[in-house]
């Protein structure tokens, strides 16, 4: 560890390291799926997941900015990272968060993990210039992960916005929703992902917490593989020759195989401006689930902003979605 950062105590048994390289990828998913089924958080997650994880991660260094918690001589029980965006708005958010395995939690570890990952983040905001933008550090915790809860709060943290995890929990009975006139629906292809990241970015850009991107940040995304178009939406206005509306679906075969569901996602669902409030968003999410539902799928799940400022959840809520749990995330101003 390096000494501009910050030195932890010595905890009997365990010791801090640095991440050596991608043989270290599969010993830190054993950690966070096993601190993820502790949580009751239904996802599982592969060497694979965490190597594209670290790379499409804009800000972070994985030599630099990943802490390991190793026993006996080398097995892994805790892991933390950290990154720093710049929201739209205009804060800056020094983000970070943290796995123990359920085995060694109420040892002092997940204390020690946060304060490296606080004092790392001290020091990289001490060399962001001055500008006068607010500064947060930030985590996000599970209404089913109590402890993160109180970790959070103890060290001065404050939930300052919620966001829905939300299912329906089957595929059949699809309402009507019939596209407005002058759209249609055409298949998703490689050519049109910059024309999909624009309508993205331009349908989320007014949402809280919505981050800043650049040219990077699309290079990164465009790079990203395991992508299955033939699940995305994409509505066309034919008249411009223009997409309007997307929907980026998936499914996850390791979280389907491990918790013996079979779920698809709908991961972005997003509406041009000018088209909000003409019944877009709905066609958009009833054909995502009529994809999903051909894809041998029979529920589908989806993440909402709970104060979401375009209605998404009353859209959600008319389509049959349910509000299984909830996420927090918490903020502590960066002095």
Do not use: C
Request: hydrophobic share 45%.
């Amino acid at each position: 560890m390096t000494a501009d950062a910050w030195t932890e105590p010595a905890l009997p048994g365990i010791i801090l390291r640095r991440l050596r390289g991608p043989e270290d990828y599969a010993a830190i998913v054993d950690v966070i799926n096993a601190s993820e089924a502790a949580d009751l958080i239904e996802a599982t997650h592969s060497a694979e997941d965490l190597a594209l994880e670290l790379a499409h991660t804009p800000g972070l260094d994985p030599q630099a900015d990943l802490l390991l918690a190793e026993v006996d001589a080398g097995r892994l029980v805790g892991y933390a990272n950290f990154w720093t965006t710049t929201a739209s708005s205009g804060e800056r958010l020094y983000r970070h968060r943290g796995f123990v395995h359920p085995t060694w939690r109420r040892r002092g570890l997940g204390q020690a993990l946060w304060r490296w990952a606080e004092a790392r983040l001290r020091v990289i905001a001490r060399g962001h210039p001055p500008d006068g933008a607010p500064r947060f550090l930030q985590v996000v915790a599970e209404d089913t992960a109590p402890g993160k809860r109180a970790l959070a709060e103890a060290h001065g943290y404050r939930p300052v916005r919620y966001f829905f995890f939300m299912r329906r929990p089957t595929l059949d009975d699809l309402p009507d929703a019939p596209l407005p006139a002058g759209l249609e629906f055409r298949p998703a292809q490689p050519e049109q992902l910059r024309a999909i990241w624009d309508v993205k970015e331009a349908a989320f850009a007014e949402h809280w917490g919505h981050t800043a991107k650049t040219e990077a940040d699309y290079r990164l995304w465009e790079s990203q593989p395991r992508r299955d178009l033939g699940l995305w939406v994409a509505a066309w206005e034919t008249a411009a020759g223009r997409i309007v509306g997307i929907a980026l679906n998936d499914i996850h075969p390791g979280d389907n195989a491990r918790y013996g569901f079979r779920r698809g996602w709908v991961h972005s669902l997003g509406v041009a401006p000018a088209w909000r409030g003409r019944g877009l968003g709905r066609a958009l999410l009833v054909e995502s689930l009529r994809r999903l539902r051909e894809a041998g799928m029979d529920e589908a799940v989806l993440g909402v902003d709970a104060d979401n400022p375009s209605g998404a959840l009353r859209l959600y809520a008319h389509v049959g979605f349910e509000v299984l749990n909830q996420d927090a995330v918490y903020r502590k101003p960066l002095e």
